[in-house]
């Protein structure tokens, strides 16, 4: 800020912006508003299906979010403009009143011409009083004070520019009250990064202090994240990540701060991937370094790991930009191909051993395989995830494929092609690690089932599904369809990997249209009706086209884990009570009803929900009576934990929107069914579940297999009447026999499935 610059300043077109940004945020704000209650809830509201259900809704969604970016952001600008220009103007002022005082003294202040300034004694009169000094004096306040408007007009400008930079397209939502909170998390993110680029050797306890504290500050904030990663650089990243966890480089920090190594990686992590959806062309750099880095050594001719295994751990938390993930992921496989002859053979470069330092300190693995840092990351990114499964690993065209398989029954071997999702799931050989007891560590097999359950679910894997969460499309489809003919194909591909059906439980969960379609279509059901079906389990997504036998070993085979069962078994529930809700409203339009008497309606219900608690059954008892020896107290403590989620079990699942389910209050949808038919059926199993098995069926098998068949049966009959009821329906005393019937017709056509997959896999299954 030069001295003729800010004394002769006119604020006048400053004022007049800030005055425009002041309007802009109040109509923004109403906008938000409109956009909210009128788009956003309503669309959530309304009963969509087919290309609407998977794009339309998530489109809406996303444009009424983009109102809210841009009131934030509009009222960010605001309130940056109008700081500056408040500061501007008090220093235009004290500049002002520090000439004044030099004139009293007979002092001048004048522009040089250059933009610097001169201090002098004004003509014909000598320096008074202490002479020099009071022009040493006047020119260093004027200094002092030029010097502030400096950093005032420079530090806005660095953080609109910054604003602007975080979005391409549409709007950034960083939120800051004024330009000083803006200009203070940019400066904090050059001080950081300037710290972490010393060499690691050098970094002391207290810089590893400032460097965590400050993390855990902004990690959350764009501005802060976004000069942070590009000022730090990928390269220093790395070495940064790598050195302080190499005892060898620094060991100081490992021997005082070992215990807040998990609370940097967190940080770093979160911070890195806020940074990562900033669109400025340093980030785009930044992207673009990281992959280019991964399949390096980061000591370059001197060693080290790979950037691949360094940044893959730094993935393990926060939601980076999908691209970014898809891109980089492409490039990993593409290396684990290199490395192992495409799929032959392990992938010895990413064992750990002894001499292989530790790169991850959240969990229990070592961090010596990146790929399990990079599918716990997709975890987080539901649409890379689902993109990343799908690309191919290696084609049935490529001469060194080395997978083969019947191509058409003939006994005759050739080449398999294999998707990402079939050579990690079917195929790969993961690297093998203990932990201090020597016991298997399986955190890789188990990102993995993270990663599948975000890539066909569509939300981040942990979480359920909402009111915003859109229907399944075809690629999540396609997968899920692939993950259970791979699990049908051969059950140990999971039975093997129990710790995997917390996962897989609730991917079919978030399925059980398309499930529920699949049993009503298979060839044991005889008066199976293709329209009628698709109507009795309406589906706004794509339906994944699951076959009936399939269907079959995977229920049976995912609620062998309790944590599998208890999703499958309490979603059911919610299901089957949310369907009677919505089949015996009257008010249901006639294209969205079952084309039959109510009788038929219940019965067939009751019928698919006995046939799939009696494949869970099934399962239970196999976890319990069999080789695993489970306990029944553990299925019931995993039921029980459902207990508090109910809004979440049901999700979309019932595929119709909300309008006509959640009665007697209709209209509350997933996120408020308390007193609803589908609560009150929950609460029911929830009671009548607990102690059920150890108490009453103990180890005989027909005992248990009752159990289940009168606590399917009473849940059945629940959701039916409570249903009638709030419908004000005049059969409900007829209820109790229809519902009796169907659910022992499915229970019948479980015991069939059972025995036929036992047929079908050559083993020996107790009957129901």
């Known amino acids: 800020m030069d001295f003729d610059a800010l004394h002769h300043a006119s604020f006048k077109l400053l004022d007049d912006a800030v005055g425009d940004w002041d309007l802009l945020v109040g109509k923004l704000e109403k906008l938000e508003t409109q956009a909210e209650d009128g788009l956003h809830k309503a669309a959530n509201k309304a009963s969509w299906a087919g290309v609407n259900a998977q794009v339309t809704k998530e489109f809406i969604g996303k444009t009424a979010g983009e109102f809210a970016d841009a009131h934030t952001q509009a009222k960010t600008i605001h309130s940056i403009l109008s700081d500056t220009a408040g500061e501007l103007k008090r220093y235009q002022e004290d500049l002002e009143k520090a000439v004044s005082r030099g004139r009293k003294k007979n002092l001048t202040v004048t522009s040089t011409g250059d933009g610097g300034f001169t201090v002098r004694a004004a003509q ?82 207290k810089d590893f202090d400032r460097i965590n504290a400050g993390l855990k500050k902004y990690k959350n904030d764009e501005l802060f994240s976004e000069r942070f990663a590009t000022a730090l650089g990928p390269q220093k990243t790395m070495e940064f990540w790598a050195g302080i966890n190499d005892p060898s480089v620094n060991w100081e920090i490992g021997r005082d701060r070992l215990n807040q190594f998990d609370d940097l990686q967190r940080n770093l992590g979160m911070t890195l991937a806020h940074a990562s959806q900033s669109d400025s062309t340093a980030m785009d750099n930044w992207r673009r370094d990281v992959i280019a880095l991964g399949d390096k050594p980061i000591h370059g001719d001197r060693g080290g790991p790979m950037g ?23 490039k990993l496989m ?41 599918l716990k990351g997709i975890s987080n990114s539901p649409d890379a995830a689902t993109e990343f499964f799908d690309e191919q690993f290696v084609s049935k065209n490529d001469p060194t494929n080395p997978f083969e398989h019947d191509t058409d029954g003939d006994g005759k071997m050739g080449k398999k092609e294999l998707s990402n999702f079939q050579y990690l799931f079917e195929e790969r050989e993961w690297p093998e690690e203990t932990d201090s007891h020597g016991d298997e560590i399986n955190t890789g097999r188990n990102t993995l089932a993270l990663a599948l359950e975000a890539a066909t679910t569509g939300h981040p894997a942990g979480e359920y599904p909402t009111a915003d969460t859109p229907a399944h499309n075809s690629d999540q489809a396609k997968l899920m369809r ?27 969960a978030e399925y059980l249209p398309d499930i529920h379609r699949a049993m009503a279509d298979g060839p044991r059901v005889a008066d199976s009706n293709k329209s009628g079906w698709e109507l009795l389990y309406p589906n706004d997504g794509v339906d994944a086209k699951l076959d009936h036998s399939a269907v079959t070993r995977f229920l049976v085979t995912a609620s062998q884990n309790p944590e599998g069962y208890s999703a499958l078994s309490v979603g059911e529930k919610a299901y089957t009570a949310s369907l009677m809700d919505l089949h015996l409203n009257p008010d249901l339009p006639d294209s969205q009803r079952y084309p039959h008497s109510e009788h038929d309606t219940i019965t067939s219900l009751a019928r698919k929900s006995g046939e799939f608690n009696g494949l869970l059954a099934q399962g239970r008892q196999e976890a319990v009576l069999g080789p695993a020896n489970a306990k029944d107290g553990d299925f019931d403590y995993a039921v029980s934990q459902k207990k508090n989620v109910i809004s979440g079990i049901v999700g979309t699942g019932v595929g119709v929107g909300t309008s006509f389910i959640a009665s007697p209050a209709v209209g509350a949808g997933v996120g408020g069914l308390a007193g609803t038919v589908t609560a009150t059926v929950l609460e ?7 102690g059920a098995y150890r108490s009453e069926a103990g180890h005989e ?52 499935a059972i025995h036929g997959m036992a047929k079908d896999l050559d083993t020996e299954i107790p009957p129901g």
């Open 334 to 374: 593409a290396t684990e191909r290199k490395l192992t002859g495409n799929g032959e053979h392990a992938n010895l470069a990413w064992q750990h051993t002894s001499a292989t330092q530790t790169l991850n300190r959240i969990g229990d693995d070592s961090g010596s395989d990146p790929l399990t840092g990079y």
């Open 482 to 508: 692939g993950i259970v003919n791979s699990i049908s194909e051969d059950p140990t591909r999971l039975k093997d990997s129990p710790y995997m059906s917390d996962s897989f439980g609730q991917i079919g």
């Open 701 to 752: 098998i027909a005992a248990r297999w009752e159990v289940v068949k009168d606590s399917t049966t009473n849940s059945n009959y629940t959701a039916a009447n409570e249903a009638a009821k709030a419908h004000h329906a005049g059969y409900t005393d007829k209820i109790d026999t229809w519902v009796s019937e169907g659910t022992a017709t499915g229970f019948d056509d479980a015991n069939t």
């Open 308 to 330: 691949f295994q360094v940044m893959s751990n730094l993935m393990r938390t926060g939601d980076y930009d999908d691209q970014f993930m898809k891109d980089y992921g492409t």
């Open 124 to 205: 014909g009169h000598t320096p008074p009083g202490h002479g020099q000094s009071d022009v040493t004096a006047l020119r260093d306040e004027v200094q002092k004070i030029l010097d502030k408007a400096t950093e005032s007009d420079s530090s806005a400008s660095k953080a609109l520019k910054a604003i602007a930079n975080q979005s391409g397209l549409g709007f950034s939502d960083a939120k800051y009250k004024d330009r000083d909170e803006a200009a203070a998390a940019i400066k904090a993110a050059e001080e950081l990064a300037k710290i972490a680029k010393k060499n690691p050797e050098d970094l002391t306890v």
């Open 684 to 690: 029911a199993y929830y009671k009548d579940e607990s």
